[in-house]
């Protein structure tokens, strides 16, 4: 199963089969879906069109196609617009043929993934598009729903964004709380330089340019500034000099990215695109 | 442990610890808080604030106690909000006490369920707060975040709303593709009261005023209205004069929603209070 | 995977499963079948009939068919008398053909899923001969063998009764303790009322017309009459006179149930169908 | 928790946790208790007995105590009549106190597992009472409940049995498909005995005198008599004249019983026991 | 699946299946193998060898096939050295076709279970090749590696040795604690034999030839000779005369191995087999 | 459940909880502990000493700790030579007290952990000893045993060594493969870099000199020398010249690491410290 655009590596099946198991177990409870099975007849065959009601990205098809798998091994979901595309309102985004039964069982809970991934895949595209032409790139966080997390962060990837730390384990961001319980900044950077190994980055969090030029001086290579608006955010860049990579972080907008962008920054991180995207209006039409 | 109050009963923590252990491990990943472990003390305490950063209804301590007690049972969270309280902006929600290390290493988690779990109960309390003097209920569907229905269904009582059918197995929702699969109304509601005991609510679903004639001939008792606007929805109820309950949903938005309310129905039914909600703002700040 | 009769909806394979999986690992341990996998080649083929050492319903098939499927996809299980048939001392249920190895090794699991449940459907569709002619329905309860519920409920469903509720959350059941905490009939179902959406059916128990009174009074539509005598029944169903549906419950056995079944009650509810039932004789036979 | 006997020792908690976990959770589903939920108060607490309403042997408190201590672990179980006791009717078999909501709220999980248990405990105990002052042994075999197996084992050991093998992996049993298939009991055994190490005991089932001493002549230490009535057990008895352990398999019932162990075998298994016995009536009374 | 050689049957797919999803999750975390996701491209297949780069007994094919299957069904490995062959150092093990993402996403789960196991099946059978041509067999023990007990013990047939108990429950074996806490051995044994049924074996470990004698005088059939060395095994031996089964057990190496076969032991048990066994070097050649 | 030494960071319990869990459950199978259940009376208490049979560096008592506190939450494990500690033949290690029950059922999975984690720890500290005094860092891989790669890695920092990559997901490499499909090592970092975010550390393995230059040349920042003697990595340093960290890898053992470590490379990486060292013998003496 791998409905995205080339671009965009999708999570394999085996990472995503638990959720989409527990989706539909969470909609069948023990009875089963029992308006359907009393209607509806054993063999009989439908077909649906699964298309967009309003513009946007889309993500979640993989998923879609899992919870029709799930309940009949024998659904076929053919995509049209794949993972990533984006779409005009009325579109067709995929077809789906196999058992009226299972199309019916299993249809909430694909439209609820493709609903909220495409959602996500939507508004990350839109702060995409604002920063458009300037290098910055366009990072979410782990403000992501519980659960949903390896999910969301495709979704992100499906809408032109980029993946920041998947989990506090691959990766080391510095806060003032770690700073202040490790004795100041020098002691935190060497403390975590003698323990860790090559493969893992460490990236700090500066609130003010001192902090960024102590933490430049110690050859800190990624560095988050944390709520600074535009004009500092320039001073910064300027600050730096290309030494490290620069992420800016906090009151991230479609009003606000575009000028936070054009400061130079090299990312832009967004937690609403993940906790507070609005659900992309998708359809299952039967033919 | 129980927060909320006493008219919003909580899921048992039987049923929602997978969710919560689940979003932990989905965090920690395989090597835990690295950034936390190498720099905070191991026997460090530490004591922080759980506050509202604007106005709304708070839901989900439940699961945040649940949170940092599944990093260490000696962390205690007392609620100062409990879920269901309308909160201001800056109000303490909570305090947080215990080891800095767990709560370091717990509070996104914790953050992310309260954030997104008052986002919902927020966006329900809206709407009930526009329909206050009618009879009319606000009630979610099954249009929620996958993984995350037993905590948005508890949102939504907690912003004020009633709930509607947990899944496909507890209640009866005849809508057009089962009856036309059935050939015919009359014939799908012989069927399932053939079928069905009695302790399975039948709704049957509804576009035009002469369905509402013809489900009502049958003595059907709960009638879903599916996107009649303000006017058709009063015509609906006069037809009704008092023999079902009535359901009206499609197309509930916080400016519609009062003219929908005064029509007369007893249910409005909106799938964006689950799927769309942005999140609450609320932050954990260490004292 | 669907063998029960048209008018018997099987739950989902997705719900069954982790119960027939359970079951054969419950059996196979750490090693496996031993004897069998040392003593039976492994391309050898076998075939093997599943038959009745005595009269009685089917119900089971369907685990049964995946207990074989799960050690092998390729074994193959043909139902001869599908779940809810009747069927005589020697019957053909089912025929079995694939590898020998596999058919040996899931045959104990497979056949006591069709055993037991079978054996529910037998003890229930006794009951309901019993009860043939009159309008009264045979209904199980919650007293279930742990972890089989659902099974339980479809053997019921198979020998021609209704299922009740599938546990404590999707009906309310008002008990003695329940209204003398609440303090009083009238508050309880009143705060019920407040309280639960347009999808939950309230029952309430009573044991004396004095109490079967009040609940009418307050417009009970589902009243369950614990422990009373057909002569009591009767004058329950008079008083009663079509208002609420009304379930007879207690000392429901094969001597009694056709009295009761004659006061006019609309449900005979049976804990014993499911909690007491002895296995229906089946065995598989190698050809 | 080990409420059990001296001589039954009960599996650990580790083991039986799932089960009883399961069987709460299948009861409660997604929202879990609702009457009790908004019925009952928070904080208040209770008292209940847990009593025989017939005469039996008990067994199953420790699984009745694991589902009020994973509703709230504050929830005590005084047995007065530990797993193994027999009792007579009315009989008080435990005390359990502690929050009225998480009492009312596991009562039915727990009385499913005190009944069902007792039963199979019950119906063992009769076999044994009619086997007394033979040598004879009552065993179970592998007609278990799907996903009861250890906890009817033990059960069969509250009621004074013994325990048969627990799968197809801890111990060996040879029939006539086995046999046909190595070409021969002397191929069979002898395989056997080349691919097993020491600690696997071996059993043959044979169905005729012939076959008996086929075994004997190959030294087997373990023979299954299946299907043979008193008479040529007797005569097995005498052909064996000690050196084999003998079971006698087949036919057993209350009335058989006696006769059958009288003729000197050393184990008597039933599949009744654990497949077919009826459910203790136990109740919880609130005080 | 099922590529081991005759005498060794391999457990069952359903019982591995969980340790291979498991150490495939293990490895994918939760973004999968973003290496190979973002450079392979999606349609493209590849063909790759499976070889020995050193002389040694395979076991673990089973679960490589797994690995691989678990994340593309349609890879297909076709075994030219089965489990349980000995192969020449450059050998052949297995060829793989497939999807080229799959089999490098796969490769290094794969591999770490044949270069596992099959060091665990070399190092059973250099043992084993020692004692060649005495009686003595050589066994396996309780001291393995967590979690993988099934898969170890099946390595250990691979490379021609026996398994003894699975685990704690399947046999038992008195050790000194337990007689001491009994009162003595003879009131260990008959308790036992009190409670235990027919099917289970009973191994007394013993450290002197007084404790030998006191064994044999109760009638044990199975016992253990721990630290004893060839000298003392003699005598242990003699004593026996044939009566008990007996194992050594204790400073078993390759150099002491063939010492203590020679003395007429029935059964030599290793733990280093299992816990120190050295992987076999395999490597995953892309042709 | 803290007990390694403060630079040794242990992973937390709510993720090492499943492996010990499974372990367990892996020797006590369906029945538990029937040796010690029948023998060791259930009220009685003991002490014993966990000692070092063998020098070596102690890792895995977190785990074995969680092994007996899953048995019986009141078991105590004192540790004496905490988690990173070295210590010498006959040393203490921990102290353990609880019910006899408790210590004996868990003490071969407790020290099963603690057996292979010290082997882990103790192979990983040889090579640190002979690397002491250059700047060369000891790293392992992902050639780590099916299932226990979060303790192996765990065991591998208390020997003083570094973790590399967890897994597939958490970070970059290159290798020939990779580099083959994507048409060249350019194409291949240019793809990596316009899709991946800056969390995540790129390294590139190279053969030769030449594979390293041109690495080098494009600003490759971490280099996997692969399967170089001392000789080629030091002219590898020299052209290196600080630009990139560069990882020494094949053929790494006892004899070569101090050769190579005088090199100059930053890392050397040992699959042997997983997936090849002996247990540690570690015993439990009851007092």
Known sequence: MNFALPHTSPPSDLLIEPMVRGALIEDL????????????????????????????????????????????????????????????????????????????????????????LSGVATATHALVEQAGGTKARIVCTRKTTPGLRVLQKYAVRCGGGFNHRFGVDDAVLVKDNHIAAAGGLKEAVTRLRGRLGHMVVIEVEVDTLEQLKAALDLGVGTILLDNMNADMLRRAVDLNNGRAILEASGGITLETVRAIAETGVDYISSGAITHSAPNLDVGLDFI
Request: overall charge neutral; hydrophobic content about 45%.
């Open 29 to 116: 409870g023990r009875a089963g879906d029992i308006t359907t099975d009393l209607l509806i007849p054993d063999g009989q065959n439908a077909r649906a069109r699964l298309a967009a009601r309003q513009p946007g990205t889309v993500s979640g098809l993989i998923a879609a196609a899992l919870s029709f798998r799930l309940i009949d091994p024998d659904v076929r979901l053919v995509p049209h617009a794949p993972d990533g595309s984006t779409v005009a309102k009325g579109a067709l985004i995929a077809e789906v043929e196999g058992s009226a039964r299972a199309l019916l069982t299993a249809e909430r809970t694909a439209l609820n993934f493709v609903g909220h």
